[in-house]
């Protein structure tokens, strides 16, 4: 058994008493309240602590990043926490160190930031949340990742609808429809990035979309850097769009209203919207294929590798086949 088989079988059998072990070993005392919270990615877990608010700690899994990518990640949150944009920071051990290690596992522990999902209602909402997504971006402007993805089309398109295809996870008799509309689809993806031009390239939240921002009395808060990556500003504001292109449109413009208070905005970004969108259903559909072995996944993603949901798939890409030829969204 090689090693890095080994520590996906440890990260898939992490215990109480081990999660505990690691807590005590940042220097917190948990009093026996344990609960696991919803990671799929990872492996996060809220433990109440004596005498103190409890945290939450995210065990990584193995092999996915770097220690360096990590820190990068933890150094991004506390840049931006310490410009007062409201991020869920990792917390510093007296050292000041915020990554460790235990028992062969990864981990950091964070402050516990309750809060609801927003339901981002009308415009003013919108409005908030482009402010703060624009306050990300401006601390995102000042410097790059160097150890942190980029997201591109052949990382996102190419490789992933490849990987699909060469692990067999597509019916026999679905293979060549889903391959030969993937085949026509990048290129129309590639010809929107050629309408967008050259872009401005920088750190991201990565994975802003609704679940990962949670609303308080006092506004959002940005929860889960775990995907941050480099790329356009609108990857950041386009998976908080829905409904007709009418009401995008108007979301669009309430969170540029917002945005651009704090960060310039490059409207031939709007080009990149579908693009994106497309994208990262053929990202998401690789990523179940690459963690199926991780037994979290057949459990929580029943419906994945069946013939219905490839079929579901081929009709939401022919879907968005349409919707790539379609002018971009309008911002004045």
Same mark, same amino acid.
């Given at each position: ?48 602590? @004596? ?21 990068? @990640? ?41 809060? $609801? ?121 386009? !998976? ?7 009401? !995008? ?41 690459? $963690? ?41």
């Amino acid at each position: 058994m090689d090693n890095n088989h080994t520590e996906e079988q440890g990260f898939y059998n992490l215990g109480p008493d081990t999660i505990l072990d690691a807590v005590e070993l940042f220097g917190l005392w948990p009093n026996g309240s344990m609960l696991a919270l919803n990671s799929y990615e990872n492996r996060v877990y809220r433990l109440g602590i @004596e005498e103190a608010a409890p945290v939450v700690v995210k065990f990584y899994r193995p092999g996915r990043w770097s220690d360096e990518a990590i820190l990068e @990640e933890h150094a991004f949150a506390l840049e931006l926490a310490e410009a007062e944009v409201p991020v869920v920071a990792p917390l510093r051990d007296d050292n000041g160190e915020t990554l460790f290690h235990h028992a062969g596992h990864r981990f950091t522990v964070f402050p516990c930031q309750g809060g $609801r999902m927003p339901e981002l209602s009308g415009g003013k909402d919108y409005e908030i949340l482009g402010r703060f997504i624009g306050r990300i971006h401006a601390i995102g402007r000042i410097r790059p990742f160097r150890h942190r993805p980029t997201i591109t089309i052949e990382s996102y398109g190419h490789e992933s609808y490849q990987f699909l295809l060469e692990k067999g996870f597509l019916p026999a008799e679905l293979n060549l429809a889903y391959r030969s509309l993937v085949e026509d689809i990048l290129p129309v993806i590639e010809a929107c990035f050629q309408r967008a031009g050259e872009v401005d390239q920088i750190r991201l939240h990565g994975d802003c979309h609704p679940s990962n921002v949670l609303w308080t009395e006092t506004g959002p808060h940005f929860v889960d850097l775990d995907d941050c990556r480099t790329g356009p500003a609108i990857q950041d504001l386009w !998976m908080l769009l829905n409904g007709s292109r009418a009401e !995008m449109t108007m979301q669009i413009g309430d969170l540029l209203e917002g945005y651009t208070e704090f960060c310039d905005f490059n409207p031939r970004e709007l080009h990149l919207v579908e693009a994106l969108r497309t994208l990262r259903m053929l990202y998401y559909s690789a990523w179940l294929g690459r $963690r199926w072995e991780d037994p979290a996944f057949p459990r929580n993603f029943p419906w994945f590798n069946s013939q219905q949901y490839w079929e579901q798939q081929i009709l939401a890409l022919r879907e968005q086949f349409a919707l790539l030829d379609e002018p971009r969204l309008v911002w004045d």
